[in-house]
């Protein structure tokens, strides 16, 4: 499945999600360690303001065509498959700026209402208090399928134009309490200490947790230093929410 908006996500992507769907490339956010800044997405996915993707003429087409797709994959050989796994928003954009939430509710909304589960992931939190957040309380279909994720990596200095992270942390706690699932992308872990505390300030209202390390780049932590934080979240998560060490740690641990 390759589709103009859902899609099948490859590598460390795939580690989030079967399927996918990116309307937007592009982010201002502004976090200095975003992949897509980097090797062969840098100018096919970057930039410091969201824009829709050059295959959409216009958002309306963007919805329609989306719709399309969903509605094939439900009524093909994928059709169990897509409410087996979900759609993930997004990854070459944040879900939820000003500038890209509306066309992604109006998404997920139509994916929940044909039973298929949602993953998004965002850095923003303003929406929350908005009538997209105050609507999920009375949205039985949000309460059985949507799970709402924030990035959480202690570092507000490297996201300088996100949310701070003890406001997404507010804002999960908010959700969680509406009855919605709520989870954290630890990813990418910078400081073990840091991502130990988001870890700790989130327990009771985080459902799921999924770390990873950060690439690109020579981390500041050793294999040593990772073993021990892998010991220490099991210790602390293990049958207590479920936790999801990616690809990265494994690797990192065990070369």
Known sequence: ????????????????????CNFYRG?????????????????ACSGDK???????KSEEDAIRTYHNELLSMLAGKNGEDIKKHGIFFSFTSDPCLPETIALNFGAI??????????QILTKCTEWVYTDFGAGLQYDLNARKYLSVGFTLTGRDDLEPNAA????????????????????????????IASSKRCIADTLGYCDEYKIGLLSGRKPDYSKEDVREFVEWGEKVLHGVVKIYWKESVQKFVND
């Open 109 to 118: 909304s139509r994916a929940m209402k044909y039973g298929v589960p949602v």
């Open 50 to 56: 969201p824009v829709l993707k050059s295959c959409f």
């Open 1 to 20: 499945m390759n589709g103009k908006a859902i899609y099948m996500p490859k590598g460390a992507a795939g580690e989030y999600s079967k399927y996918a």
């Open 27 to 43: 982010c201002s956010n502004g976090c200095s360690y975003c992949y897509l800044k980097r090797g062969v997405l840098k100018h």
């Open 164 to 191: 701070p992270n003890m406001e997404r942390i507010k804002a999960m706690r908010l959700i969680h309490g509406m009855g919605i699932r709520t989870w954290a992308s630890v990813e990418p872990v910078i400081e």
